[in-house]
C-alpha cells in the first residue's frame, strides 16, 4: 500500500524553527517528485514547495521562500521541511504529497504546525 | 502566485449533474496542460479526481470529468450522489516548478 506518513508538528513561537518530515512508502521513492502543501484549517490548499526526484529541480511559494527549505533523502525514503523564521500565518496543517504528472495522487493525513505565542 | 478563481459553493439533487468552474491566467491554466482536481471530505485528506486537465486516475469513477477552455478549466460530475458532498479544489501548474490552488468550492447534495 502506497503510504506517506508526516511527522513534526507541534507548537512553536513566532521566529523560531521546525523541521517536518514524510516518510513513504509502497512505491520507488526516488522515481517521484514529492511537495509539501499546507491548509490552514477551515481554508483552502496552498502548495508549499516541491522537489524533483533528484534534488535538482526545487521552488517554494512567494509566501515562504527564504524561510523554508525543502529536501530529500532517498536512502531512506524520506523528505523534509526546514522551516525557519516562523510566522503566526505559517499555522496550518501540512501535508506531503507525491507527484504525479504535476498533480498529487498520493497524501499523508498531515502534520499541524501553530505559531503562537 | 495568485489563487485561481473557484465559484465558492454549488448545489443539486441527487442524480443531476454540476459543473465547478476555475478560472486563472495565461500564466496557469490557460498556458498549462497540467490543471488537476481534488474533493476533501471533512477532516480528510484531499483526493485527486481529475489529472493533465481530463485524465482520471486508476479508481475514479467516469461520472468525473475535466475540460479546459482558454483560462477557465471546469470539473463536471454527473450522477450526483450524496457521497459527492466535499469540497473541490482545482490546481494548475504555473510554471518554474510552481503549482497555484483555487480557493475550493463546497458541493452540496441537496
Known amino acids: 500500500e502506497v503510504q506517506l506518513e508526516e511527522s513534526g508538528g507541534g507548537l512553536v513561537q513566532p521566529g523560531r524553527s521546525l523541521r517536518l518530515s514524510c516518510v513513504a512508502s509502497?512505491?520507488?521513492?526516488?522515481?517521484?517528485?514529492m511537495h509539501w502543501l499546507r491548509q490552514i484549517p477551515g481554508k483552502g490548499l496552498e502548495w508549499v514547495s516541491g522537489?524533483?526526484?533528484?534534488?535538482?529541480?526545487?521552488n517554494y511559494a512567494d509566501s515562504v521562500r527564504g524561510r523554508f527549505t525543502i529536501s530529500r533523502d532517498n536512502a531512506k525514503n524520506s523528505l523534509y521541511l526546514q522551516m525557519n523564521s516562523l510566522r503566526t500565518e505559517d499555522t496550518a496543517l501540512y501535508y506531503c504529497?507525491?507527484?504525479?504528472?504535476?498533480?498529487?495522487?498520493?497524501w499523508g493525513q498531515g502534520t499541524m504546525v501553530t505559531v503562537s505565542s | 502566485q495568485s489563487a485561481l478563481t473557484q465559484p465558492r459553493s454549488v448545489s443539486d439533487s441527487p442524480g443531476q449533474s454540476v459543473t465547478i468552474s476555475c478560472t486563472g491566467t495565461?500564466?496557469?491554466?490557460?498556458?498549462?496542460?497540467?490543471v488537476s482536481w481534488y474533493r476533501q471530505h471533512p477532516g480528510k485528506a484531499p483526493k485527486l479526481l481529475i489529472y493533465?486537465?481530463?485524465k482520471r486516475p486508476s479508481g475514479v469513477p467516469d461520472r468525473f470529468s475535466g475540460s479546459k477552455s482558454g483560462n477557465t478549466a471546469s470539473l463536471t460530475i454527473s450522477g450526483l450522489q450524496a457521497e459527492d458532498e466535499a469540497d473541490y479544489y482545482c490546481?494548475?501548474?504555473?510554471?518554474?516548478?510552481?503549482?497555484?490552488f483555487g480557493g475550493g468550492t463546497k458541493l452540496t447534495v441537496l
Open positions: 490546481c494548475s501548474y504555473a510554471g518554474s516548478y510552481t503549482w497555484v
Open positions: 504529497a507525491k507527484g504525479v504528472s504535476d498533480a498529487f495522487d498520493v
Open positions: 493533465d486537465v481530463t
Open positions: 509502497g512505491f520507488t521513492f526516488d522515481d517521484y517528485a
Open positions: 522537489i524533483n526526484w533528484n534534488s535538482a529541480s526545487i
Open positions: 495565461s500564466s496557469d491554466v490557460g498556458g498549462s496542460n497540467y
